[in-house]
């Protein structure tokens, strides 16, 4: 059994290394994701931002989320980073910020 466990430490230890790069930007799609999706399901789609909000909800919690009605900005934080998604026009939708 311990044999067993410590060949199942290394191969997970394996994989993660060999999937560093993707774990590593994990924690930007939550806040990314939450954003850009809130934004356009309440500014492109028009929906009552109560339905959005119910819309973007994931299984990871975020740990901020505001919505700037007035420049139709979102900012979402969750896993340590945060990210704000825009609207620009009804043309171009909303666009996440650098």
């Not at 290394?17 to 309440?42: G, H, M, Q």
């Not at 009605?69 to 171009?92: C, D, F, N, P, Y």
Request: aromatic residues 14%; proline residues 3%; hydrophobic residues 35%.
């Amino acid at each position: 059994m311990k044999r067993f466990l410590l060949l199942l430490l290394i191969v997970l230890l394996g994989w993660g290394w060999y999937e560093r790069e993707n774990l590593w930007v994990f924690p930007d799609i939550i806040s990314a994701y939450t954003a850009k999706e809130y934004c356009s399901c309440r500014y492109v789609m028009n929906n009552d931002a109560g339905y959005c909000r119910g819309y973007v909800k994931q299984w990871l919690p975020t740990s901020g989320f505001t919505d700037e009605a007035s420049s139709k900005t979102i900012t979402v934080s969750g896993m340590g980073r945060s990210h704000s998604a825009q609207w620009l026009s009804e043309r171009q939708g909303c666009r996440l910020q650098p």
